[in-house]
């Protein structure tokens, strides 16, 4: 039999799941000897057994009467009593914080005889009748489910008839009259009488705060945080202590240090004569704690010294609600601190100072999402800005400019030295050298996963997408957002952490932490205007260092030319895990893959490959040279066609109108031939990968070739290159084996050309489902491993990774299908099955087999805990993201 209370005296901080935030914290801070008014936790088992049988279990009643009883008797007041009455607050408290979410009703225990017993024990006649006039407004509202306009309203007209200007200027006879008057609101709007039994209110109270958990709008808050639906709530029932029962009463809240900078201080809000509520409600102006020691210096010394206690025994920051009832200290909440990233940085290492955590500590409590928070350049948050609309934010940042429609656009006013925002209906790769130049992008369609926002996080750079508002019309050139209408050359700001969009220059704050990253610590410190900034910087400096010392999986970038690789060296990785050579060919260079794929006899093919060899080599020279002595994982072209052909509706178009003019030429009638016979309808699952390379002769073995002629030329240099040739889209041994024995045959004759040993490990991209599967047969032919995590996840779900966001994600994430874009978190049960699949498979052939991961998952903290856990070697994220990888890793291992 389950044991559903639990007494103050009886739980502990660690029992959250059981007890819920609130009440495992009232249990420690009992256990610690903090004065923590009498009190038991309804435990959250007792409430997913109340949502499973429709009723609270019976047992659950009895436990309240014995905990109530054991209340009663401490203290020597009961519930109900017509003298000294005890009175209870009944509060929710879930394991995750929600706040604002659940009930809580105050006072239970009143009734038309014990509120005489209460005006009696304290004395204070109007004390007693508000009180009593607020338990019927609360729980009339929260229990029985009545308008609260119903009794705001009426308190409005009491206070009107009665010539009070606030609620405390009406008498106790007022207050009174509104008691009756509420009563009779209960009896109408209810159908049934104020319950008078205090039990029968504690039962109904209990119930309301089960039932609140699954509120609509608690179900959409938990929806949004990733909290799962099952977990029910705990409820706690607390002896009531007041705080407005006259000036040596109050209520305030307070931290044990500042949570925006960490410093240790006295921080918090004082407000006398008042309960909890008015604090919040904001209608009285609240007092800075510090004042509470001329007002009352013994509560202040008390108060003081529990803010002391919990701290040493948290050995973090925590935030503290308390009462003084007529002088004495009351403790009704603790909870460790929320805080600002900054400020977790700070607190962490300032807490390693003071010899209360260690560093493995201190990294736990500092998250890459805070770190990535601290990273982006910001927009000035107090200058005037005027919002044109607000859509998904795609790559967080903050950057203005101009308007530019196209790539001609963008590259000629950035040549003329503008900042310019790319505004595209949607992007795709043509769209890339726009993208490159742009400060920041904005679409009307797509979502997280779309082009356009994958590749503005892997270029780390500002983008908001899926602006329905938004009309782009190219023939006219008029950019239409929500009525205004704007055109090229017009200045918008878009802030891609919120997704808002804005008119106009907004002023951009810059990172000094980015500046640390990207330069070191002297120059981060330098970009520092104020001591709390160096703090920071030097906060980061040692977490990040600590993170770098502890953690077991390498952190490499994904980086596709020299100067990306370069940036990720600088922010600390140390190697690329993936270089993706298909976009080599974009732009100017795309003809030449339009050559290779339509070559219609060998001849042309081979010509066309021989104009490419050059190239390649180059790009290949500089990157490796970029990332001399690191490993640099290049991968074998792996376009969908479509990304590469002209497309084929537009150059239908083109031929018909030239035969209608008589003018079609040749060429064009040829190429839409070719277009015609090689259309995929679904190109993602076409002709791409290790299928075009065994499709194509020669396609992948200039590649090849070309790495290693640029292996010999920089070892000649006196270089160190380290490249590894990864094929893409594995599904069989086979298919490896075939690429990997002529990649043997063309490394060996151009080492026996130079005179040296080329001994390049040769892996592939473990990205489909078969490959996860038969990895013991891959990892035959295989040094290393990759795993895919996009194109895994796309084929696992059968999602198309380009469609699916906007078409119904949205449907998904609120009808719980999803919690979270499988394409940004790792699906752990489905994609990491597989991934755990061909760790095991690959590694029971080779024990020692290297593998990583360079999906867009591979920058993504609960994913990376996930690749630690399965044993990968490495992760591979967008040069952007490498320090929260390096940050993460050293977490998933501390
Ligand atoms: C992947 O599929 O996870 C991957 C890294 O390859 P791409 O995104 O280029 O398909
Ligand atoms: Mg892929």
Same mark, same amino acid.
């Given at each position: 039999?389950?044991?559903?209370?639990?007494?103050?005296?009886?739980?502990?901080k660690?029992q959250k799941?059981?007890l819920g935030?609130?009440?495992?914290?009232?249990?420690?801070?009992?256990?610690l000897?903090?004065p923590?008014?009498?009190?038991?936790?309804?435990t959250?088992?007792?409430?997913?057994?109340?949502?499973?049988?429709?009723?609270?279990?019976?047992e659950l009643?009895?436990?309240?009467t014995?905990a109530?009883?054991?209340i009663?008797?401490t203290?020597?007041?009961r519930?109900?009593?017509?003298h000294?009455?005890?009175?209870?607050s009944?509060?929710s408290?879930?394991?995750?914080?929600?706040?604002?979410?659940?009930?809580t009703v105050l006072n239970i225990g009143?009734?038309?005889?014990?509120v005489?017993g209460?005006?009696?024990?304290s004395?204070d006649?109007?004390f007693?009748w508000?009180?009593y006039?607020r338990l019927?407004?609360?729980f009339?509202?929260?229990v029985l489910?009545?308008?609260?306009?119903?009794?705001?309203?009426t308190?409005?007209e009491?206070?009107?008839?009665a010539g009070?200007?606030?609620?405390?200027?009406l008498t106790?006879?007022?207050?009174?009259?509104?008691v009756?008057?509420?009563?009779a609101?209960?009896?109408e709007?209810?159908g049934?009488e104020?319950?008078q039994?205090?039990?029968?209110?504690?039962?109904?109270a209990?119930?309301a705060v089960?039932d609140?958990?699954?509120t609509?709008?608690a179900r959409l808050?938990?929806?949004?945080?990733?909290i799962?639906?099952?977990?029910?709530t705990a409820?706690?029932?607390?002896?009531?202590?007041?705080g407005n029962?006259?000036?040596?009463?109050?209520?305030?809240?307070?931290?044990t240090?500042?949570?925006s900078?960490?410093h240790?201080?006295i921080?918090?809000?004082?407000?006398?004569?008042a309960?909890?509520?008015d604090?919040?409600?904001?209608i009285?102006?609240t007092l800075p704690?510090?004042?509470?020691?001329?007002?009352?210096k013994?509560s202040?010394?008390?108060?003081?010294q529990?803010?002391?206690?919990?701290?040493?025994?948290?050995?973090?920051?925590?935030?503290i609600?308390?009462t003084?009832?007529?002088g004495?200290l009351?403790m009704?909440?603790?909870r460790?601190?929320?805080?600002?990233?900054?400020?977790?940085?700070?607190?962490?290492?300032?807490?390693?100072?003071?010899?209360?955590?260690?560093?493995?500590?201190?990294?736990s409590?500092?998250?890459g999402?805070?770190?990535s928070?601290?990273?982006f350049?910001q927009f000035?948050?107090e200058?005037?800005r005027?919002l044109l609309t607000k859509?998904?934010?795609?790559?967080p940042?903050a950057?203005?400019?101009?308007?530019?429609l196209?790539?001609?656009q963008a590259?000629?006013?950035t040549?003329a030295g503008?900042k310019?925002?790319l505004?595209?209906?949607?992007?795709n790769?043509?769209?890339l050298?726009g993208?490159?130049?742009?400060d920041?992008?904005?679409?009307?369609?797509?979502?997280?996963?779309s082009?356009a926002?994958?590749v503005?996080r892997?270029?780390?750079?500002?983008a908001v997408?899926?602006?329905e508002e938004?009309?782009?019309?190219?023939?006219?050139g008029?950019?239409r957002?929500?009525?205004?209408?704007?055109h090229?050359?017009?200045?918008i700001?878009?802030?891609?952490?919120?997704?808002?969009?804005?008119?106009?220059?907004v002023?951009?704050?810059d990172?000094?932490?980015?500046i640390y990253?990207s330069?070191g610590l002297?120059a981060g410190l330098?970009a520092a205007e104020?001591?709390?900034?160096?703090?920071l910087?030097?906060?980061?400096d040692?977490v @990040? %260092?600590?993170a770098?010392d502890?953690r077991?999986?390498? /952190?490499? *970038?994904?980086a !596709?030319? &020299?100067?990306? =690789?370069?940036?990720?060296?600088d922010?600390?990785?140390?190697?690329i895990?993936?270089?993706?050579?298909?976009?080599?060919f @974009? %732009?100017d260079?795309?003809v030449?893959?339009?050559?290779? /794929?339509? *070559?219609?006899? !060998?001849e &042309?093919?081979? =010509?066309?490959?021989?104009?490419?060899?050059p190239?390649q080599?180059?790009?290949?020279?500089?990157l490796l040279?970029?990332m001399?002595?690191?490993?640099?994982?290049?991968r074998?072209?792996?376009p969908?066609?479509?990304?590469?052909?002209?497309?084929?509706?537009?150059?239908?178009v083109?031929v018909?109108?030239?035969?209608?003019?008589g003018?079609?030429?040749?060429?064009?009638?040829k190429l839409?031939?070719a277009?015609?016979?090689?259309?995929?309808?679904?190109p993602?699952?076409g002709?791409r990968?290790?299928?075009?390379g065994?499709?194509i002769?020669?396609l992948f073995?200039?590649q090849?070739?070309?790495i290693?002629e640029?292996?010999?030329?920089?070892?000649?240099?006196?270089?160190?290159?380290?490249?590894e040739i990864m094929?893409?889209l594995?599904?069989?041994?086979?298919e490896l084996?075939i690429?990997?024995?002529?990649?043997v045959r063309i490394?060996?004759?151009?080492?026996?050309a130079a005179?040296?040993?080329?001994?390049?490990?040769?892996?592939?991209m473990?990205?489909l489902?078969?490959a996860?599967l038969?990895?013991h047969?891959?990892?035959?032919e295989a040094?290393?491993?990759?795993?895919?995590?996009n194109d895994?996840?796309q084929t696992?779900?059968g999602f198309?990774?380009?469609d699916v966001?906007?078409a119904?994600?949205a449907?998904?994430?609120e009808n719980?299908?999803?919690?979270?874009s499988?394409?940004?978190t790792?699906?752990a049960?489905g994609?990491g099955?597989?991934?755990?699949s061909?760790?095991?498979g690959?590694r029971s052939?080779?024990?020692?087999l290297?593998?990583?991961?360079c999906?867009?998952h591979?920058?993504?903290?609960?994913s990376i805990?996930?690749f630690?856990?399965?044993?990968?070697?490495?992760?591979?994220?967008?040069?952007?993201?490498?320090?929260?990888?390096?940050?993460e890793?050293?977490?998933?291992?501390?």
């Amino acid at each position: 039999m389950p044991q559903y209370v639990y007494r103050f005296s009886e739980g502990s901080k660690d029992q959250k799941d059981l007890l819920g935030g609130k009440g495992a914290n009232l249990a420690e801070m009992t256990k610690l000897g903090l004065p923590v008014p009498p009190g038991f936790t309804i435990t959250t088992e007792a409430c997913r057994a109340y949502m499973r049988d429709g009723h609270v279990p019976p047992e659950l009643r009895v436990e309240v009467t014995m905990a109530v009883r054991e209340i009663e008797d401490t203290i020597g007041r009961r519930l109900g009593d017509f003298h000294e009455p005890l009175l209870v607050s009944v509060r929710s408290g879930a394991k995750f914080s929600m706040p604002g979410m659940m009930e809580t009703v105050l006072n239970i225990g009143l009734n038309d005889a014990s509120v005489k017993g209460l005006a009696e024990f304290s004395g204070d006649e109007r004390f007693a009748w508000d009180s009593y006039r607020r338990l019927i407004q609360m729980f009339g509202k929260t229990v029985l489910g009545i308008d609260g306009e119903h009794f705001a309203h009426t308190l409005d007209e009491k206070k009107r008839t009665a010539g009070a200007a606030t609620d405390i200027d009406l008498t106790a006879e007022d207050l009174k009259e509104l008691v009756a008057e509420f009563k009779a609101i209960v009896q109408e709007d209810a159908g049934r009488e104020f319950p008078q039994h205090p039990r029968e209110q504690l039962d109904m109270a209990i119930e309301a705060v089960f039932d609140s958990w699954n509120t609509e709008r608690a179900r959409l808050y938990r929806r949004r945080e990733r909290i799962p639906n099952d977990l029910g709530t705990a409820v706690n029932v607390v002896t009531m202590v007041f705080g407005n029962l006259g000036d040596t009463s109050g209520t305030g809240v307070c931290f044990t240090r500042d949570p925006s900078t960490g410093h240790s201080g006295i921080y918090g809000d004082y407000l006398a004569n008042a309960q909890g509520e008015d604090v919040v409600a904001g209608i009285r102006n609240t007092l800075p704690l510090a004042e509470l020691e001329t007002l009352d210096k013994k509560s202040y010394d008390d108060l003081r010294q529990a803010m002391r206690r919990l701290e040493t025994h948290y050995r973090d920051l925590c935030d503290i609600e308390f009462t003084i009832e007529r002088g004495k200290l009351w403790m009704l909440q603790t909870r460790v601190g929320k805080r600002t990233a900054a400020a977790a940085f700070r607190i962490a290492t300032q807490l390693v100072d003071e010899h209360l955590i260690t560093m493995d500590e201190a990294i736990s409590r500092c998250t890459g999402a805070q770190l990535s928070q601290l990273l982006f350049p910001q927009f000035d948050g107090e200058a005037e800005r005027h919002l044109l609309t607000k859509a998904m934010p795609a790559s967080p940042g903050a950057a203005v400019g101009e308007i530019v429609l196209d790539n001609a656009q963008a590259i000629e006013r950035t040549s003329a030295g503008a900042k310019v925002i790319l505004v595209r209906r949607e992007t795709n790769p043509d769209d890339l050298a726009g993208m490159i130049v742009a400060d920041g992008i904005l679409t009307a369609r797509g979502g997280k996963t779309s082009h356009a926002a994958v590749v503005a996080r892997g270029m780390g750079k500002c983008a908001v997408v899926g602006a329905e508002e938004l009309d782009v019309d190219r023939v006219s050139g008029e950019v239409r957002i929500n009525g205004t209408v704007l055109h090229a050359g017009d200045t918008i700001a878009i802030d891609g952490s919120s997704g808002e969009v804005f008119l106009g220059e907004v002023p951009v704050v810059d990172s000094p932490v980015m500046i640390y990253i990207s330069s070191g610590l002297e120059a981060g410190l330098a970009a520092a205007e104020d001591e709390a900034t160096k703090e920071l910087v030097h906060a980061i400096d040692r977490v @990040l %260092g600590h993170a770098d010392d502890v953690r077991r999986m390498r /952190v490499r *970038a994904n980086a !596709d030319t &020299a100067e990306d =690789a370069r940036r990720a060296r600088d922010r600390g990785a140390e190697g690329i895990g993936l270089c993706r050579t298909e976009h080599q060919f @974009l %732009g100017d260079r795309r003809v030449y893959i339009e050559h290779v /794929v339509l *070559a219609e006899d !060998d001849e &042309a093919r081979l =010509a066309a490959l021989e104009e490419l060899l050059p190239l390649q080599r180059t790009d290949f020279v500089e990157l490796l040279d970029a990332m001399d002595s690191l490993p640099t994982t290049i991968r074998l072209i792996d376009p969908p066609l479509h990304e590469f052909l002209p497309d084929l509706t537009e150059l239908a178009v083109k031929v018909a109108l030239a035969k209608e003019r008589g003018q079609v030429e040749e060429r064009d009638v040829k190429l839409l031939a070719a277009v015609q016979r090689m259309h995929e309808q679904n190109p993602m699952l076409g002709l791409r990968g290790v299928r075009l390379g065994l499709k194509i002769p020669g396609l992948f073995a200039l590649q090849i070739r070309a790495i290693a002629e640029a292996t010999v030329e920089l070892r000649k240099a006196g270089k160190n290159p380290l490249p590894e040739i990864m094929v893409p889209l594995v599904g069989s041994m086979r298919e490896l084996q075939i690429v990997r024995e002529e990649a043997v045959r063309i490394l060996a004759e151009v080492g026996a050309a130079a005179g040296v040993t080329l001994d390049l490990p040769i892996g592939c991209m473990i990205e489909l489902p078969r490959a996860a599967l038969t990895a013991h047969r891959i990892a035959e032919e295989a040094d290393f491993f990759s795993f895919g995590t996009n194109d895994l996840t796309q084929t696992t779900w059968g999602f198309s990774r380009d469609d699916v966001e906007g078409a119904f994600f949205a449907d998904y994430l609120e009808n719980g299908v999803l919690t979270i874009s499988p394409f940004e978190t790792l699906d752990a049960d489905g994609v990491g099955a597989l991934v755990v699949s061909g760790v095991t498979g690959g590694r029971s052939t080779k024990p020692h087999l290297h593998m990583g991961v360079c999906g867009e998952h591979g920058g993504d903290p609960e994913s990376i805990h996930f690749f630690h856990d399965a044993g990968l070697d490495y992760v591979s994220c967008s040069p952007f993201r490498v320090p929260i990888a390096r940050l993460e890793a050293g977490r998933a291992a501390a």
